[in-house]
């Protein structure tokens, strides 16, 4: 079982991330998967300060499974941070692509967990594709 991630970016540039499990998401637009998230209300998810320093930040989520983290991503606190940086700029922009979204997004995840003493695994290789048998009938090549 193979397993990625489907994000869906907002106009404001809030985003949800789905998993993709064998690819079960992948002809589905993301105009659908807009429509079937469910709608957020500001009133339930509060603005979080920055635990460091006390500013609003511009993303919190929880860090992958068991892992206990809570991501911030602060535009006070994280500056210096390569892949934080970028995703700061890319949130600020309101031209912002969301094919990069993904990636950065990604790069993001890696390096904040890599700041609370976490490693990404690396990701299995994918097996090699099984041949696929060309059958052509007698006297045709």
């Known amino acids: 079982m193979s397993s ?14 789905i998993g993709n499990l064998d690819g079960s998401l992948d002809n589905v637009p993301d105009e659908e ?22 500013t609003e930040l511009l993303l919190h ?3 992958p499974l068991m892992t206990g983290v809570w991501m911030e991503l602060c535009p006070a606190c994280d ?9 700061i ?3 600020r922009n309101p ?9 950065l997004f990604e790069d993001w995840e890696t390096e904040t967990m890599h700041a ?23 006297g045709h090549g």
């Open 61 to 63: 989520w929880h860090g």
């Open 79 to 87: 500056a210096r941070r390569p892949a934080a940086r970028a995703f």
């Open 4 to 17: 990625t991630w489907r994000y869906v970016v907002r106009p404001d540039g809030s985003f949800c991330r």
């Open 33 to 54: 998967l807009a429509r079937l998230q469910f709608v957020r209300d500001e009133d339930d998810q509060p603005d979080r300060p920055c635990s460091r320093c006390g």
């Open 95 to 103: 031209g912002r692509d969301p094919e990069a979204l993904p990636k």
């Open 89 to 91: 700029q890319w949130h």
């Open 116 to 138: 609370h003493g976490w490693v990404r695994a690396p990701q299995p290789e994918a097996p090699p594709s099984s041949p696929r048998l060309h059958v052509v009938p007698r």
